[in-house]
């Protein structure tokens, strides 16, 4: 809260002072229903008794004989049986014991009952005490039963900087309350600052009780801050020179904070053009330290409600943030200023850019949340949530029981078995983070994600598997970028769908791309068959290379540097390895390896700088500056070399010929 927010406090105090109407009422009272004459209780000087007597004047004394009011007129101006009438009156009241202030009345016309002891003034009725209070009305009346002093017609009151004004105004002596109505206004100003405006269908002051209540459609002006409620009640402290406590009820809606340059006339009115922060609540408590003028706390509370708008310098990309709760306890520092906000029995923040569709809105909501402010712009520093933890951005749901937001970098740390998951994807780790505004996101500890086969198949589309097969990933960090839809797994990383397997230092899947990239210890286990017409269980082809690329597009596995693929007593070694895949990714249709290749069997052993096996023909060829072919004790050298595991044919640079030895392998490699 800022200095301007504690003005508008303190002006509400000063409105307090209209509560010395109160004092003049009571004077009035006391002067008056003591009307019948007592031994030594009137002193009469002129001659009050003649209906047309001039200078009249009439003094009123206690039983201690101490005067408690002197009536002067200009002349009495006639006399009923019952009542006696003077004009251009003036009735002063004595500073006794019990009274606060000498109090002065004056009217053009005095009405005296001496039946009813009621009393009539109109006519420019001035009431003034001995400082400045000012009470201005066409007309002032006192009546016994019930006791009261009270006018019917519009009043003027004023107080040094405090000004008002209400339709009709009355003093019940039964309860000491003062009640102004049918429309009540007051301005207060102060020596610095701006004026406080106070606007009300009503008003109640109860000295007694010490507060000060304003009813039915309450608005609180000070600049460009605001307070509208259905009714606003003021607590004062034992001396009534401070505040204690101060309820708004009823549609609450307060304006804390108005852009620079943005007035009233630049919206739709006084109250209903948006403020930079704005606080709706069904209540509004307002609590005040021992001085009686320093805000403590206050809080919000039923369906209440904190609007923050983005700073002017990030007006068009940033961020509204919105916080709701049933009950939010503001917290403010020595000079007033906001430094912390909690909010219990159920929490929501939502975070809403400015550019973006509904389905851009962010929300976190928890049980409890605390949150801490910068005291010098005001501005939300973080927000701790605990107990049941949730975060939703489209789809996309989070869970936890511990949440931190930080509004700086825009970042929602949760922690204590974070989950999160969307229409194809879940994703449980020790912490997660995750960037509100850009939805990027990162996990570390036991990271563990889960795809569908609806989203692994775009890019795991070389994990073949049943259609209800699910894709897993176990990191120990990973790392996600919305934007790109890209998914990075780092530190032990695996993957499986079935009985398929990928293991490396760091995955990378590009998901809107159909892209997979595995590097550092890269190693695969995938039972690829030999064609997607073969029946069976697959042999099982375990391949390790420093460097993995997969694009579903191309359907294409490549491996890179120090490749070794085994399956049974097949070994197929080489710098680069090529498996092209068929549609689909259930069956090899080729291998290419290149860069010192050798393959091995139980036939023998083939070298050389290329080689190309084609399983549906069992067909292998091997090229190079000298390729080789040992079968048994047999030697085969050329430059291209082609042969078939599945008989002894063999083509040597294009010349076919029989090799001495033929052995059909246990099993096939693919």
Same mark, same amino acid.
């Given at each position: 809260?800022?200095?301007?927010q504690i003005r508008l406090v303190k002006g509400l105090l000063a409105i307090l002072l209209v509560g010395c109407s109160a004092v003049v009422a009571h004077q009035l009272f006391r002067a008056f229903y003591a009307h019948h004459p007592q031994p030594g209780g009137t002193l009469l000087s002129g001659n009050p008794e003649d209906p047309t007597a001039r200078g009249v004047e009439i003094s009123r004394l206690d039983e201690d004989g101490q005067r408690v009011f002197e009536l002067r007129a200009a002349e009495s101006v006639g006399r009923s049986e019952d009542v006696q009438t003077f004009r251009d009156v003036e009735i002063r009241f004595e500073a006794g014991k019990?009274?606060?202030?000498?109090?002065?009345?004056?009217?053009?016309? /005095?009405?005296?009952?001496?039946?009813?002891?009621?009393?009539?003034?109109?006519?420019? !009725?001035?009431?003034?005490?001995?400082?400045?209070?000012?009470?201005?009305?066409?007309?002032?009346?006192?009546?016994?039963?019930?006791?009261?002093?009270?006018?019917?017609?519009?009043?003027?009151?004023?107080? +040094?900087?405090?000004?008002?004004?209400? &339709?009709?105004?009355?003093?019940?002596?039964?309860?000491?309350?003062?009640?102004?109505?049918?429309?009540?206004? *007051?301005?207060?100003?102060?020596?610095? +600052?701006?004026?406080?405006? !106070?606007?009300?269908?009503?008003?109640?002051?109860?000295?007694?009780?010490? =507060?000060?209540?304003? *009813?039915?459609?309450?608005?609180?002006?000070?600049?460009?801050?605001?307070?509208?409620?259905?009714?606003?009640?003021?607590?004062?402290?034992?001396?009534?020179?401070?505040?204690?406590?101060?309820?708004?009820?009823?549609? $609450?809606?307060? $304006?804390?904070?108005?852009?620079?340059?943005?007035?009233?006339?630049?919206? +739709?009115?006084?109250?209903?053009?948006?403020?930079?922060? &704005?606080?709706?609540?069904?209540?509004?408590?307002?609590f005040f330290g021992p001085d009686g003028s320093t805000i403590r706390s206050m809080q919000a509370i039923r369906e209440a409600k904190l609007i923050v708008e983005p700073l002017a310098s990030r007006q068009g990309d940033g961020m509204r943030r919105e916080l709701l709760g049933q009950t939010l306890l503001f917290e403010l520092d020595e000079e007033g200023r906001l430094v912390g906000l909690n909010g219990r029995g159920g929490v929501a923040l939502t975070l809403t850019p400015e550019k973006g569709g509904p389905e851009e809105v962010r929300r976190v909501t928890a049980q409890r949340l605390t949150s801490r402010f910068d005291p010098e712009s005001g501005e939300?520093?973080?927000?701790? /949530?605990?107990?049941?933890?949730?975060?939703?951005?489209?789809?996309?749901?989070?869970?936890?029981?511990?949440?931190?937001?930080?509004?700086?970098?825009?970042?929602?740390?949760?922690?204590?078995?974070?989950?999160?998951?969307?229409?194809?994807?879940?994703?449980?780790?020790?912490? $997660?983070?995750?960037? !509100?505004?850009? +939805?990027?996101?990162?996990?570390?500890?036991?990271?563990?994600?889960?795809?569908?086969?609806?989203?692994?198949?775009?890019? *795991?589309?070389?994990?073949?598997?049943?259609?209800?097969?699910?894709?897993?990933?176990?990191?120990?960090?990973?790392?996600?970028?919305?934007?790109?839809?890209?998914?990075?797994?780092?530190?032990?990383?695996?993957?499986?769908?079935?009985?398929?397997?990928?293991?490396?230092?760091?995955?990378?899947?590009?998901?809107?791309?159909?892209?997979?990239?595995?590097?550092?210890?890269?190693?695969?286990?995938?039972?690829?068959?030999?064609?997607?017409?073969?029946?069976?269980?697959?042999?099982?082809?375990?391949?390790?290379?420093?460097?993995?690329?997969?694009?579903?597009?191309?359907?294409?596995?490549?491996?890179?540097?120090?490749?070794?693929?085994?399956?049974?007593?097949?070994?197929?070694?080489?710098?680069?390895?090529?498996?092209?895949?068929?549609?689909?990714?259930?069956?090899?249709?080729?291998?290419?390896?290149?860069?010192?290749?050798?393959?091995?069997?139980?036939?023998?052993?083939?070298?050389?700088?290329?080689?190309?096996?084609?399983?549906?023909?069992?067909?292998?060829? $091997?090229?190079?500056?000298?390729?080789?072919?040992?079968?048994?004790?047999?030697?085969?050298?050329?430059?291209?070399?082609?042969?078939?595991?599945?008989?002894?044919?063999?083509?040597?640079?294009?010349?076919?010929?029989?090799?001495?030895?033929?052995?059909?392998?246990?099993?096939?490699? =693919?």
């Amino acid at each position: 809260m800022t200095f301007n927010q504690i003005r508008l406090v303190k002006g509400l105090l000063a409105i307090l002072l209209v509560g010395c109407s109160a004092v003049v009422a009571h004077q009035l009272f006391r002067a008056f229903y003591a009307h019948h004459p007592q031994p030594g209780g009137t002193l009469l000087s002129g001659n009050p008794e003649d209906p047309t007597a001039r200078g009249v004047e009439i003094s009123r004394l206690d039983e201690d004989g101490q005067r408690v009011f002197e009536l002067r007129a200009a002349e009495s101006v006639g006399r009923s049986e019952d009542v006696q009438t003077f004009r251009d009156v003036e009735i002063r009241f004595e500073a006794g014991k019990t009274e606060e202030l000498p109090l002065i009345v004056t009217g053009d016309l /005095c009405q005296y009952d001496m039946v009813s002891s009621s009393v009539h003034l109109e006519g420019n !009725v001035v009431v003034r005490d001995g400082e400045d209070l000012r009470i201005e009305a066409p007309s002032l009346d006192y009546g016994p039963k019930p006791k009261r002093v009270w006018s019917d017609d519009p009043i003027r009151f004023f107080r +040094g900087g405090l000004q008002g004004e209400a &339709r009709r105004f009355a003093y019940l002596v039964v309860g000491n309350a003062v009640e102004l109505d049918g429309g009540v206004e *007051m301005t207060f100003t102060p020596k610095d +600052g701006a004026p406080v405006e !106070v606007r009300s269908e009503s008003a109640r002051i109860r000295r007694r009780d010490k =507060f000060v209540r304003f *009813m039915e459609n309450v608005r609180v002006n000070q600049a460009d801050r605001r307070l509208l409620s259905d009714q606003l009640q003021i607590l004062l402290t034992d001396d009534e020179s401070g505040v204690t406590r101060i309820d708004a009820d009823g549609k $609450v809606r307060m $304006v804390l904070e108005v852009p620079p340059g943005q007035s009233e006339e630049a919206g +739709g009115g006084p109250l209903e053009d948006p403020g930079r922060k &704005r606080l709706s609540g069904a209540r509004l408590e307002v609590f005040f330290g021992p001085d009686g003028s320093t805000i403590r706390s206050m809080q919000a509370i039923r369906e209440a409600k904190l609007i923050v708008e983005p700073l002017a310098s990030r007006q068009g990309d940033g961020m509204r943030r919105e916080l709701l709760g049933q009950t939010l306890l503001f917290e403010l520092d020595e000079e007033g200023r906001l430094v912390g906000l909690n909010g219990r029995g159920g929490v929501a923040l939502t975070l809403t850019p400015e550019k973006g569709g509904p389905e851009e809105v962010r929300r976190v909501t928890a049980q409890r949340l605390t949150s801490r402010f910068d005291p010098e712009s005001g501005e939300l520093r973080s927000a701790r /949530c605990s107990e049941t933890v949730t975060f939703t951005h489209g789809d996309l749901r989070a869970e936890a029981e511990q949440g931190v937001y930080n509004a700086r970098n825009e970042l929602l740390t949760l922690t204590e078995s974070p989950r999160l998951r969307d229409s194809s994807a879940e994703l449980t780790a020790d912490q $997660v983070d995750i960037q !509100v505004v850009s +939805g990027a996101l990162e996990a570390s500890g036991n990271v563990r994600s889960t795809m569908t086969s609806a989203r692994s198949s775009e890019g *795991m589309g070389f994990l073949p598997g049943t259609d209800e097969d699910a894709v897993y990933f176990l990191a120990d960090h990973l790392s996600y970028d919305r934007e790109k839809d890209t998914a990075v797994y780092t530190g032990s990383a695996r993957g499986f769908r079935g009985t398929n397997r990928l293991e490396a230092e760091r995955i990378e899947l590009a998901q809107s791309k159909g892209e997979l990239r595995a590097t550092d210890s890269v190693r695969t286990t995938l039972p690829q068959k030999v064609s997607a017409t073969e029946s069976g269980t697959p042999q099982l082809t375990l391949t390790s290379a420093q460097h993995l690329f997969y694009r579903s597009e191309d359907e294409v596995l490549t491996y890179r540097q120090g490749v070794e693929m085994k399956s049974g007593d097949f070994v197929l070694r080489g710098e680069t390895v090529d498996v092209n895949l068929e549609k689909g990714g259930e069956a090899v249709r080729q291998i290419d390896a290149q860069g010192n290749v050798e393959i091995q069997s139980s036939t023998g052993r083939a070298r050389g700088d290329k080689a190309t096996y084609v399983p549906d023909r069992e067909e292998v060829h $091997v090229s190079g500056e000298r390729a080789t072919l040992e079968d048994g004790d047999k030697l085969t050298e050329g430059k291209e070399l082609t042969f078939f595991l599945s008989n002894d044919r063999i083509f040597i640079d294009g010349r076919e010929e029989r090799r001495t030895k033929t052995t059909y392998p246990r099993s096939r490699p =693919f």
